[in-house]
């Protein structure tokens, strides 16, 4: 269950309708887990507010848009596959995100913060941005 954006849209109201589209998509697919995932559990609806917030702001700030889906504790990943490491947005759909960046030649990076703390999240697209310079 995971999404790419192969060519991310330009124009923000072009951009906020495909994630939209794409969210309605992987909602769908969450819906009804095949069999042999039993022990998978849908993200809650929030989860779906707090990833097109999320989703606009790091295209306002110019992140590459990552690679969507969803994990067995119910969160929604952001995926980023930068040269040298792997960073991801875990979003739990109650305001809570946790960033975690790990790249070859440094210790992991890891912060939990809510999407009210306007300073971790600034701070957060500073950090996936510095990871695409």
């Known amino acids: 269950m995971q999404t790419f954006y192969e060519n991310s849209p330009t124009d923000k109201t072009s951009f906020r309708h495909s994630v ?11 819906q009804n887990p095949p069999v042999e995932d039993s022990e998978f559990y849908p993200a809650p609806e929030l989860v779906y507010n707090d990833a097109l917030f999320l989703l606009e702001m790091l295209h306002h700030s110019g992140i590459p848009t990552p690679d969507l889906r969803w994990s067995e504790d119910s969160s929604l990943n952001l995926t980023w596959h930068p040269e040298e490491g792997i960073a991801t947005l875990e979003i ?14 440094e210790r992991p990076d890891e912060v939990s913060f809510t999407l009210t703390d306007t300073a971790c999240l600034q701070d957060c697209l500073v950090k996936l941005n510095g990871l695409f310079q």
């Open 20 to 30: 939209k589209q794409e969210l309605a998509n992987l909602h769908k697919e969450v």
């Open 92 to 105: 739990y759909g109650n305001g809570l995100v946790i960033y975690n960046a790990i790249r070859d030649d």
